[in-house]
């Protein structure tokens, strides 16, 4: 790992493991990162063995705060007890424990759209915002962070809500994979998605929405067609914010 970087960052998406060591003062990779793809039966055994090889790859010093992105609510400690996207064998293991026995160090891990949210807050689309925003990740599921003047609240999942009886999962009808799947024009897609931001802005009053995920790099063929009252833009970071954010989050824990 180069000296420019002040720590490592991992974000684990149901399609691809993504790494980069981070530069904490500038919020951006020190070096470009590395995506190995997500092992089709995901299992924590799986997920470990990549997390070490991401490790190896980049040569993290032992010195150097580590932080994972993980796509389930996250309490330090406790067994998952959520899982959508990754094999259901996750359910009742300690993430933590999993990780840091796998990179033979303790490493931090925080929800992918908590981290994803935390670096925008630090370092892009929504430095300095008061009020409330809410951060959403679009990908093979929906992510969402809940910041309040500068404040995370973590462990949101407002990507299940209920849209309707049809549509009792809102990822399930509005993530950017179901767009790849269903093979929706951007149009269309973002119909879905004025529902979807259409009932955050209802129940929650935000002050900006930020949207993330690989998706927000199109941002321009979805984002002006969603029709709601508050402002919305994409995120700073692009998909990069799920890696700086981890590491960023790692480094304040670790003293
Ligand atoms: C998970 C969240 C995660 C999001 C994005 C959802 O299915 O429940 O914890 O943040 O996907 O990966």
Same mark, same amino acid.
Request: charge should be negative; avoid cysteine; aromatic fraction near 8%.
């Given at each position: 790992?180069?000296?420019?970087?002040?720590?490592?960052?991992?974000?684990?998406?149901?399609?691809?493991?993504?790494?980069?060591?981070v530069?904490?003062?500038?919020?951006?990779?020190?070096?470009?990162?590395?995506?190995?793809?997500t092992?089709?039966?995901?299992?924590?055994?799986?997920?470990?063995?990549?997390?070490?090889?991401?490790?190896?790859?980049?040569?993290?010093?032992?010195?150097?705060?580590?932080?994972?992105?993980?796509?389930?609510?996250?309490?330090?400690?406790?067994?998952?007890?959520?899982?959508?996207?990754?094999?259901?064998?996750?359910v009742?293991?300690d993430?933590t424990?999993?990780?840091?026995?796998?990179?033979?160090?303790?490493?931090?891990?925080?929800?992918?759209?908590?981290?994803?949210?935390?670096?925008?807050?630090?370092?892009?689309a929504?430095?300095?915002?008061?009020? +409330? /925003?809410?951060? &959403?990740? =679009? *990908?093979?599921? #929906?992510?969402?962070?809940?910041?309040? $003047?500068?404040? +995370? /609240?973590?462990? &949101?999942? =407002? *990507?299940?809500? #209920?849209?309707?009886?049809?549509?009792? $999962?809102?990822?399930?009808?509005?993530?950017?994979?179901?767009?790849e799947?269903?093979?929706?024009?951007?149009?269309?897609?973002?119909?879905?998605?004025?529902?979807?931001?259409?009932?955050?802005?209802?129940?929650?009053?935000?002050?900006?929405?930020?949207?993330?995920?690989?998706?927000?790099?199109?941002?321009?063929?979805?984002?002006?067609?969603?029709?709601?009252?508050?402002?919305?833009?994409?995120?700073?970071?692009?998909?990069?914010?799920?890696?700086?954010?981890?590491?960023?989050?790692?480094?304040?824990?670790?003293?």
């Amino acid at each position: 790992m180069i000296e420019t970087a002040q720590a490592f960052g991992i974000d684990i998406g149901g399609s691809g493991i993504k790494a980069a060591p981070v530069n904490l003062e500038k919020g951006e990779f020190a070096e470009p990162r590395l995506k190995i793809l997500t092992p089709e039966v995901s299992t924590p055994d799986a997920v470990a063995k990549i997390v070490r090889q991401q490790l190896d790859h980049f040569e993290v010093p032992e010195s150097a705060p580590v932080g994972i992105a993980f796509p389930a609510p996250i309490k330090p400690g406790k067994p998952l007890d959520f899982m959508a996207n990754l094999d259901q064998s996750w359910v009742g293991v300690d993430v933590t424990a999993v990780f840091s026995e796998a990179a033979g160090r303790p490493v931090t891990v925080v929800n992918d759209a908590d981290a994803a949210g935390l670096a925008e807050q630090q370092f892009g689309a929504a430095k300095g915002k008061d009020g +409330l /925003v809410i951060a &959403t990740t =679009l *990908g093979t599921g #929906i992510g969402t962070a809940l910041i309040i $003047d500068g404040v +995370l /609240v973590p462990n &949101t999942e =407002l *990507g299940h809500l #209920i849209l309707s009886d049809k549509h009792p $999962d809102a990822e399930k009808y509005a993530a950017s994979s179901i767009r790849e799947q269903e093979e929706l024009g951007y149009k269309k897609w973002a119909k879905r998605l004025t529902k979807y931001y259409g009932l955050l802005e209802k129940y929650f009053n935000p002050d900006l929405f930020v949207v993330g995920g690989g998706v927000s790099r199109k941002a321009d063929k979805f984002l002006p067609f969603i029709e709601i009252k508050t402002p919305i833009v994409p995120a700073a970071l692009r998909n990069e914010a799920g890696i700086v954010g981890a590491a960023y989050y790692a480094s304040t824990k670790q003293h």
